[in-house]
């Protein structure tokens, strides 16, 4: 699928773009601009595809010999806890723009959805909603609620259009509640109080995870492993797709969460920046939508 020029609004063509050699689970990518999962390189003319990423068969050596200590077993307890569909954030009501793409033509199989999802987590909403969940561990970590305020603001900015403003913003204000509610721990009050404003859903979560003191890491791989649980949910629903077709995808999708959750934590503010223009005019289109399941 290509991206035609007239789709592009004219701010999204003045926007500076960024372009870098990456490696990518092992591929080196060419410098580029990703307008869709296979599209284009606007910059040079040639086709830019993002790289087929597969799961390895080769057994693994256990990650611990040992049994988990008492903080390990609260930490992956509580990721799985906060992070699982389950957990009333009301996740389940939005698809980030897949139902537009899946109307458009864009998404029709577990191919193309996994081509989508590979480029909206390595180059798109899913790596800067992983570098504000970094910022804001790390500044709530250090108890710079200065910074973390600044954080929560340009995370707020940075959502690209209304029914994404709605969707991160609204399971980030119930992400809090429920916290306060279920898992309240010291800290969480002073440093929501000091925010005051929106918390979108990526800095709630930093904010939770660095108050009840579980790793960056961690968190940063749950995290992307939820949001790519729930994108594969929406489009099993709207394609549709079998339970075993979307299981495969989400095992293709291991090792771009693993290195975007790596580049996420090595990353600062000023490496934000997307190029997935489709997904980006998915979620404006979608609000028009003649029919819809789905919120965002």
Request: charged share 15%; net charge neutral; with cysteine.
């Amino acid at each position: 699928m290509i991206l035609k020029a007239a789709l592009i609004p004219a701010r999204l063509m003045a926007m500076p773009m960024k372009t870098a050699t990456r490696t990518i689970a092992g591929i080196t990518t060419v410098p580029k601009i990703i307008a869709t999962m296979n599209t284009m390189a606007v910059a040079s003319g040639m086709p830019a595809a993002i790289p087929t990423l597969m799961t390895t068969n080769k057994r693994q050596p256990p990650l611990s010999r040992g049994p988990m200590t008492e903080a390990e077993s609260a930490a992956l307890y509580r990721l799985m806890t906060w992070l699982s569909p389950s957990f009333p954030v009301g996740g389940f009501s939005y698809s980030s723009g897949i139902e537009w793409a899946v109307e458009a033509g864009d998404i029709s199989d577990a191919a193309t959805l996994k081509d989508w999802l590979t480029a909206m987590l390595a180059e798109g909403s899913g790596f800067c909603d992983a570098v504000f969940l970094a910022a804001a561990h790390r500044a709530m970590a250090a108890v710079d609620l200065r910074a973390l305020r600044d954080i929560a603001e340009l995370a707020a900015a940075f959502v690209p259009s209304r029914e994404r403003q709605l969707e991160t913003s609204s399971q980030g204000r119930a992400f809090i509640e429920i916290a306060r509610g279920a898992w309240n721990c010291e800290g969480l009050e002073q440093a929501t109080a000091e925010v005051g404003g929106t918390i979108v859903y990526p800095v709630a979560v930093g904010i939770l995870s660095a108050v009840h003191e579980i790793g960056l890491p961690p968190t940063l791989h749950a995290f992307l492993h939820a949001l790519s649980s729930n994108w594969i949910s929406a489009g099993s629903r709207l394609i549709p797709l079998g339970q075993t077709e979307s299981q495969r995808v989400l095992a293709a999708l291991e090792p771009v969460v693993s290195v975007t959750a790596q580049r996420a934590a090595a990353a600062s503010l000023d490496d934000l920046g997307t190029a997935t223009f489709r997904a980006d005019i998915a979620s404006m289109r979608h609000e028009t939508q003649y029919t819809r399941l789905f919120r965002s």
